[in-house]
């Protein structure tokens, strides 16, 4: 197993630009890690330890750990480096959000693919080298994304892979089946989901890396679509198990985000025809929204509000995104639109609306 060691300053560099696999400061005859796990650290110091652990015992593969710390108060940072020295360790001035803190730490990186990982995760034995034999051997997939069980219920599923919708609603697919009725083969899936995910580098470079503008909130949408437009399959890899704390809730901050990345992902992914094609479908979800945000009280309303207000303030860089977006398509919307679901996850909905938080 290769790792990196001490600690740096952040340096994020202009967006979209990265250094080769192996950055110049590589050794002659130190081996390049088939996979670069980067873990993004934000006030996570009751979840880091047995996040690392796990890591840094998998087998298999050829890996390297890079830990991004988003400017954590809670002294994250000190017991990374005290409990983990031989891990890598990015030290942010400030909280870039779980995409920008990827794209920090793909500027480290030196594997041919880049594993994204919640902090709050515990990873099973085996997990990384199951996911990197499928991108080596499928060409066609682009990312993967392993079969997420609930922590606290080992036997239920959290995730496997994203149920995004063709108006750019994500669910979690499979949310609270048996584990018993998963699939036993890889299975292609609309999207991955951001508590874990490994993508090809090249691929990952190639659309500009994580979507940093979101900060977070859909960032894993948003990312699992630029995928599907590069033209590239994404695939669940039940084989490969990834334990994960996880709560179905929806704050007026989480709405606030998805809500404007969700808009944004739109704007700027879609033909403008298939924009007018969708439009009774996405104004039918926009009124839906709106009364769950009503049903929920003034502060949700508002933050839906404000989303359609920070979209209309990004218009400038929305054009600047769409043309970069549309740079990188590879196929049409039919294509991508076929990958995706034709109806929400209502049990998921209405589980949202009776929340208390």
């Known amino acids: ?143 993967v994304t392993p079969l997420l069980l609930i922590d606290e219920d080992r036997g239920r599923v959290n995730a496997m892979g994203g149920a995004i919708h063709v108006t750019g609603l994500s669910f979690c697919n499979g949310l609270n089946q048996p584990k018993g009725a998963v699939p036993a083969v890889p299975f292609s899936v609309p999207g991955f989901s951001g508590a874990c995910f490994m993508i090809r580098r090249d691929l990952l470079e190639r659309v500009g890396g994580a979507p940093d503008h979101c900060f977070m909130g859909n960032d894993d949408v948003v990312l699992s679509w630029w995928v599907r437009l590069a033209g590239a399959d994404i695939q669940c890899v039940p084989g490969a198990v990834v334990y994960h704390r996880y709560g179905l809730t929806l704050d007026t901050n989480k709405l606030f985000l998805v809500e404007r990345n969700r808009l944004d992902l739109l704007l700027t992914s879609m033909d403008w025809r298939t924009l007018l094609l969708l439009a009774p479908a996405g104004l039918a979800i926009e009124l839906a929204i709106l009364v769950y945000c009503g049903a929920r009280g003034r502060e949700h309303l508002e933050a839906k509000l404000a989303a359609y207000r920070a979209v209309w303030a990004w218009r400038r860089d929305l054009l600047s995104r769409r043309r970069r977006v549309q740079g990188f398509r590879e196929v049409s919307d039919r294509v991508v639109l076929s990958r995706l679901r034709l109806v929400p996850e209502w049990r998921q909905l209405a589980t949202l609306l009776l929340s208390k938080r």
């Open 1 to 143: 197993m290769t790792r990196r060691h001490g600690v740096h300053p952040d340096r994020p560099g202009p967006p979209g630009e990265f250094p080769p696999a192996s950055p110049p400061g590589h050794r002659v005859g130190e081996r390049t890690p088939d996979v670069s796990v980067i873990v993004v650290v934000h006030n996570g110091i009751a979840h880091v330890d047995r996040c690392l652990a796990s890591v840094l015992a998998q087998t298999g593969v050829d890996l390297e750990v890079i830990v991004v710390d988003n400017a954590s108060s809670d002294g994250s940072l000190e017991q990374v480096r005290r409990l983990f020295p031989s891990v890598c360790v990015v030290a942010s001035s400030a909280n870039l959000g779980y995409a920008g803190g990827i794209n920090v730490g793909l500027r480290r990186a030196r594997g041919r693919f880049i594993t994204a990982l919640n902090v709050d995760t515990v990873v099973e034995p085996g997990c990384f080298a199951r996911l990197a034999e499928v991108l080596a051997c499928s060409k066609d997939v682009g990312a």
